[in-house]
């Protein structure tokens, strides 16, 4: 079945420094992951995505990372920046599920100046 | 411009008076869906609708139903909302199914008292 994790981890990290965000999905056949920033009392906000045909793609100071065989997914923002700090949430659809967007486990990222 | 629009952004209810929260879309979106938010989780799908058919989630309770009278705008119905019932909700729109990016409103923070 599809897991969804409730616990929220916390990363701090320091101004300029680059993060690593990570997340387990459990859904073997889910096709398409996007990662969201959500800032207090704010909707989701998409970040970057990447579909099961890719392991890696690269945004504006941020990269994602897809590794099918253990279903992990991490996000790399470079040079961390104050206004990054938020929580993080990786999501998967698959066409095989009626294309439901399920959230996975959300991350706090804090950046200490 | 918005392009998902809850309202309204806060709402306080009373313990078992019906509730209606709003959601409309300027993206033309076939697909709608809502999520419940709550304080230090990931958003919980409760339902979406692909045009106008509905998809329950088979734990979303019976207390929280949905309308779509068109394409643009979306209802969440708490028939009886209890003090669990507190969150944030979330509407989304996508596109379509499957492999591609959902756009979220900024929520509706729901006070139960």
């Known amino acids: 079945g599809e897991s969804v994790g409730l616990h929220l981890p916390t990363l701090s990290v320091q101004e300029g420094d680059n993060s690593i965000i990570n997340c387990a999905y459990s859904n073997s056949a889910s096709d398409y992951f996007i990662w969201y920033k959500q800032e207090s009392g704010k909707g989701p906000q998409f970040i970057i995505d990447?579909?099961?045909?890719?392991d890696k793609r690269q945004g504006q100071r941020v990269t994602v990372l897809l590794n099918k065989t253990v279903k992990h997914l991490s996000l790399q923002i470079a040079a961390t920046q104050p206004g990054d700090s938020a929580v993080y949430f990786c999501?998967?659809?698959?066409?095989?599920?009626?294309?439901?967007?399920?959230f996975g486990q959300g991350t706090e990222l804090s950046v200490k100046p | 411009d918005a392009m998902v629009i809850q309202n309204p952004r806060y709402q306080v209810t009373q313990f078992g008076k019906p509730v209606t929260l709003s959601c409309s879309q300027t993206l033309n979106h076939n697909v709608m869906y809502w999520y419940q938010q709550k304080s230090s989780q990931a958003p919980k799908l409760l339902f979406h609708?692909?045009?106008?058919?509905?998809?329950n989630e088979a734990d979303t309770p019976d207390n929280f139903q949905s309308r779509r009278p068109n394409t643009s705008f979306c209802f969440l119905d708490i028939r009886s909302p209890g003090l669990g019932d507190a969150a944030m909700y979330l509407c989304?729109?996508?596109?379509?199914?499957?492999?591609?990016?959902?756009?979220f409103g900024q929520g509706t923070r729901l006070t139960v008292v």
């Open positions: 999501a998967e659809n698959s066409n095989n599920q009626g294309g439901k967007l399920i």
């Open positions: 990447i579909r099961s045909n890719m």
């Open positions: 989304a729109t996508s596109r379509d199914n499957g492999n591609t990016e959902a756009f």
């Open positions: 609708y692909y045009d106008k058919d509905f998809n």
